[in-house]
């Protein structure tokens, strides 16, 4: 009797692991993962992200209007797991002094500004937002009307004073300058 109950229960157990495992694998495709990289003048930067598409629904907006991100609330920066960003020098972001490392990079947007964040917790997985006392930066960065795009997406643009890293989706455009220290 016990043998069947152990047995019954391990097939439970099989079950619901293969399930967990076949949602995490299917949402993979659903929003891939990405690796910007940036090369500059001795500063390399990677940023590690899920890219979401749009399909036809309302990116940011009010949550009254059912946006997928809605104004003042967390955002990852993507999708799956949590945005990292490391820098193998120290650097400005957006005129704020950060040391190389890797951080957890996350938003609160809004319709004229972002709020960007830099944190130290990392490995983080899903819409868990982080522990705000370990943000080391918040930053203050206006937003852009920019070309439509279908998935979301974080790229690097070399200026004249260092990088500008873009993050662009559905017809929004937010610039953050990075310069080496």
């Known amino acids: ?81 949590a945005t990292e960003i490391t820098f193998s020098n120290d650097i400005n972001f957006a005129g704020k002094p950060v040391k190389a490392g890797t951080y957890r990079m996350y938003a609160v947007p809004n319709a004229n500004a972002w ?22 930066l918040k930053v203050e960065v206006p937003v852009e009307t920019g070309p439509e795009t279908e998935q979301f997406t974080i790229n690097f643009e070399s200026d004249s004073t260092g990088a500008m890293m873009d993050f662009i989706w559905d017809k929004t455009l937010v610039r953050i300058p990075i310069t080496i220290q």
């Not at 152990?6 to 157990?13: A, C, K, M, N, Y």
């Not at 709020?115 to 080391?136: M, R, V």
């Open 1 to 81: 009797m016990t043998n069947k109950i152990l047995i019954g229960l391990g097939v439970v157990v099989i079950a619901v692991a293969g399930y967990i495992g076949y949602r995490v694998l299917s949402s993979r495709s659903l929003s891939p993962l990405a690796t910007t990289t940036y090369h500059y003048n001795g500063l390399d930067m990677k940023v590690v992200y899920c890219r979401p598409y749009k399909k036809g629904r309302l990116i940011f907006g009010e949550e009254k209007d059912k946006a997928l991100r809605p104004f003042g609330k967390y955002w990852r920066l993507g999708a799956n797991d």
């Open 115 to 136: 709020q960007i964040s830099l944190n130290s917790e990392l490995g983080a997985y899903g819409a868990t937002e982080p522990n705000y006392a370990l943000d080391i």
